[in-house]
DNA sequence: AAAGAATATCGAAGCGGTTCGAAAAGAGTG
DNA sequence: CACTCTTTTCGAACCGCTTCGATATTCTTT
């Protein structure tokens, strides 16, 4: 068994020194390119690579960066938070970074620190999801740069990478706006959630912009949760008013599908009377029957964004707070009565 | 900011030598219990905690587990993979190990050698899936430990988790069995796949069992792929011969969603008249009508068991060869006729 | 050509642990 | 009580790399 070769066979070999060879593998500048050139042909030669612990305890850089999300986030059917871990993990690699993943409750507890902040073994931390206060304040204490991932803390500094939820909400509506509806109700479910109300906002916004009506017996607003049910039970309500809606759009997907749920029990036709579009781009739009118009959120991109963002401050030693959005896209199926020809194609898919 | 406490502050503090302390960190034998006992005092006191890279680096160990995965296999639609590794993370950390995620193609080259492996930061390697030769062979000579999961390799010795194939087609022939049914067909799709050979074993061997006959007319193997579009395919088949099934076990979801789907298009009905039952458990299986039963494979279970084992052989230094079995559950729903009345309740869920 | 500035290279001191062999302290024994 | 044999404790070397200050070299400038 070959002995692994370390910095020192690398400078032995060179004829160089171990502190030349360390500037060139770091990149350093002030080595002449002659010594450059000569060094990395024995690296090749040697196959070196120098160890991540070695480096980490004489740099002070783990190479790492921690991953939190909730468990209950994270243990969720929907694969929204998985997906923005694999966004983290493949942007990552392009860093030469890697993803230390760790769930916690979400109320702070000390018992429940992950180990790579205890043992020192990550640079940063991305936070998916909202999380207790303490947890950040916690990882601000240690200096540690945070982002956060779909979730923004008015209160303390600290960069968030975002969905614009306006800006979906304003597709969805424009959208049926221009497809000839102008009573169009609105599912917020619980308001509570920020991006809820963002997506709210948007509605309104964009109502208000094509000279629409924001009837308060077409928004609701005033459910516990946002779930499939609660899209039932506010179905219940918007198509039981004087002059209904022609078209719904629902703050999420579980909730439109509610909704079209209580459309078809009651008669009224999803997509050719009715118009129906949900956010988020759930599995489930796709095998309802009409598959669901919904806005789309790119997973991948908030966890990449994330991680660019976190290399950045890692390598400027910045603490500046930045804010990214990233933007969403209307994915237009057959609950919204516009891609009808698309409809029989799918089945099988 | 305080300074962050080392094992030379817990000495001075305690009173004890370095080497002491850590012997008491390592939990090692021959220390008194007094001077165990005062120096884990002392450590609660400064919150100390050592660093993974300090540690790493004395001794030779990284603290991490790679896991692999080949990109077609972890890009897939169904959240397989994923799972698998949620499972790996969460019993990596009742070990105190790292999981280190990488997708590699499936093919072995130099060029996407995993960082964790040049950086010589892993203990051993996971890898989910098949994979090509070579991948196993280089790991094999950097003489780590080696876990496979869901692929077993029958040249080369190397530890398997594996799913209980053969005892998922008992179930699901069994219980097709036990609810009367004697014309049981089989959709294989591509039997080239080990997993899907061994179920079609299952299957075999339980019908003989029953003396019943593995009718040749009643089983599919001729499929390039095991998609739905091959389930399809094969339900064509199966239900225009003379005397045709009154049930059909698919060796998976998807084949058996399509053998549905062709059922419902040609007025077989699926549950009371003819039994369907696949296996996997994906979530499509709940958004079919009638919703599928199947045959559920605990995909986490996968991971933690070979992290498990993984931490054995490190641990022991061993490089025995075990192959380990995680059993399977039948699900019965409404494709399979014997559970008509959850059939209403599934709706809104 | 000499002095000064800029650039290359090097030596040595850490980083924070583990580990091994030696020394010290206890225990057991005749 | 002197003498082994264990058990406990300790000192020092070392793991593989970074970094800083010192030294050597080359380039400018006058």
């Known amino acids: ?25 770091n990149n350093k500048p002030n080595v002449s390119e002659t010594a450059r050139r000569e060094v990395r042909t024995i690296i090749d030669e040697l196959g070196y690579h120098p160890r991540r612990n070695a480096r980490g305890l004489a740099s002070h850089h783990s190479g790492n960066i921690g991953f939190i999300v909730t468990d209950d986030h994270f243990s969720r059917a929907e694969p929204f938070y998985t997906k923005i871990f694999l966004g983290t993990e493949f942007e990552a690699r392009k860093h030469n970074y890697y993803i230390l993943l760790t769930t916690v409750s979400r109320s702070f507890r000390t018992s429940e620190i992950p180990r790579f ?3 020192h073994n990550a640079d940063g931390v991305i936070v998916a999801g909202e999380i207790g206060n303490g947890w950040i304040e916690y990882m601000m204490e240690q200096r540690l740069p945070v982002v956060l991932i779909d979730y923004a803390l008015s209160r303390r500094p600290v960069s968030a990478v975002l969905i614009d939820n306006e800006a979906g909400a304003r ?21 509570s959630h920020p991006s809820i109300r963002s997506r709210y906002e948007g509605y309104c916004e964009t109502m208000m912009r094509h000279g629409l009506l924001v009837r308060r017996d077409l928004v609701c607003t005033d459910a516990e949760t946002t779930a499939q049910a609660d899209g ?8 039981t008013v004087p002059a209904p809606p022609t078209a719904v759009f629902a703050a999420n997907d579980a909730m439109a599908i509610g909704c079209m749920q209580f459309m078809k029990e009651h008669g009224v036709t999803v997509g050719e009377q009715t118009a129906v579009i949900g956010f988020d781009n759930i599995e489930a739009g796709l095998h309802v029957a009409p598959r669901l118009s919904t806005i789309g959120v790119p997973c991948e991109e908030l966890g990449s964004n994330a ?31 516009s891609n009808r020809q698309a409809a029989s194609v799918g089945a099988l898919s």
Chains 1, 2 share one sequence.
Do not use: W
């Open 1 to 25: 068994m070959k002995k692994i070769p370390t910095i020192r066979d690398v400078a032995q070999r060179s004829n160089y020194s171990l502190s030349t060879v360390s500037l060139v593998l």
């Open 117 to 119: 902040l205890l043992e």
């Open 171 to 191: 597709l969805a509506v424009d959208h049926l706006y221009n497809n000839g509806h102008t009573r169009i109700g609105f599912i917020a479910g619980n308001m």
């Open 232 to 239: 039932y039970r506010a179905a219940q309500r918007l198509f």
């Open 307 to 337: 991680v660019r963002r976190m290399a950045e401050m890692i390598r400027d030693k910045t603490s500046v707070v930045t804010t990214t959005v990233v933007p969403v896209e209307l994915i237009v199926r057959e609950s919204c009565g």
